[in-house]
Every structure is written in C-alpha cells, then in structure tokens.
C-alpha cells in the first residue's frame, strides 16, 4: 500500500473542518441559484454554489476511500483494491485544486469590493447613459431660452448666464461620471478576471 493510500485513508477518520465561512459565501448560498432574480443569477452567487458543490463532491470521494481498504486490530490498513483507491485519490486531488482556484476567485472578488456583479453592472449602465441625460438637460436649457428670447441668435444664446451656467454645472458632472464610470469598468474587470478563472 503506498503512503499516500494510508494518509488518505487515516484523513477521513478525522472531521473536516469548515474551511471558507464568510458572510460573502454564506449570503449568496442562501440564494436559490434556479430562481429568475437579480442575485440568484448573479455570476458570485453561482460562484458560492459551485464552491459547495465541489465541498460536497471533495467530501463524498473521500469517504469512498473507505471501501477500499480496512483498518486492521492491530493498527495496520489493508487496501482490497489499489487502482480504484487510486482512481479516487486522483478525483480527490484534481477537486481539491478547483476548490482551491474557486476560493482564490472568491477571495479576489471580495477585495474587489464584494458586491453582487449585476449589481456594479447596472451602476455602469446607469453611469453610461448619464451623458445622454446630460445632454438633453442642456438642449431643453437651450431650447428654453430660445423661446423666451426669440430675437436672440444662437452665440447670443448660449452667452447667456443661464446657459453658462447650468454648462459648467453638467460639464463637472459629467466629468465626475467619467471617472466613477472608470472605476465602475476597472472592478467588472477584476470580476470578470476571477470569474473566469475557475470552471464553472
């Protein structure tokens, strides 16, 4: 019997601790991920799901171990079969390396920030479309003060207090929106990176 064999076979008779308890994870599996929902389908929520799965798949193959061999009276481990014990410690070791990089994306999203991805998507469409209505609070501007001052010109018009004005006002605004909206598009980067990262 090779050492590794025997290792594995003494680790299932030990408990196995709970090893990645955050409020991140235990929120979203509180989620049912079949439901038509903003955070049910949101990608981390699918993310938490596939970390349990893969637990419960790391956790049943290495019960499985157990029928392949039996702790003998006087300590020693007799294996029946070898190549299925084998088998199963190669499926154990390649679903302990996806729950590995699972824990790693999980880790990194949550320095990120740790908010459902739909979420920061809808603030970027949001952001992204703020130009548009920036643009339509300046024409009615416009058109306003074209109604009330019929016989102005359009360079007369737009040298109006009023207009200059409320120009300065969104020209922040909408400078200020670029950059939240950067920040916005840096972070799904950092999402997007971590999700796929791991198989989902």
Not at 114 to 136: F, K, M, P, V
Not at 145 to 162: S, V
Not at 176 to 188: F, G, P
């Amino acid at each position: 019997m090779t050492s590794k064999a025997k290792a594995a076979l003494i680790e299932e008779s030990l408990p196995t601790p709970q090893r990645f308890d955050l409020p991140f994870v235990s929120e979203r599996l509180a989620l049912h991920p079949g439901l038509d929902a903003p955070k049910n389908r949101d990608r981390t929520t699918q993310l938490c799901h596939l970390w349990k799965g893969l637990e419960g798949e790391l956790q049943a193959a290495r019960r499985r171990t157990f029928d392949y061999g039996t702790l003998q009276p006087d300590g020693k481990i007799e294996v029946h079969d070898l190549p299925a014990l084998e088998r199963e410690l190669n499926e154990i070791d390649y679903l302990s390396e996806r729950i590995v990089k699972v824990e790693g994306a999980v880790r990194k999203i949550i320095e990120a920030g740790g908010q459902y991805l739909s979420e920061i998507e809808n603030d970027g469409y949001a952001y992204g479309n703020a130009e548009n209505h920036i643009r339509r609070r300046l024409d009615v501007c416009y058109r306003n003060l074209t109604i009330q001052n019929k016989f102005m010109n359009p360079d007369q018009i737009i040298a109006l207090p009023e207009y200059i004005n409320l120009k300065k006002e969104l020209d922040a605004e909408a400078a200020s929106n670029v950059k939240i909206l950067e920040q916005i598009k840096a972070k799904i980067a950092v999402y997007t990176a971590a999700l796929e990262s791991v198989e989902m």
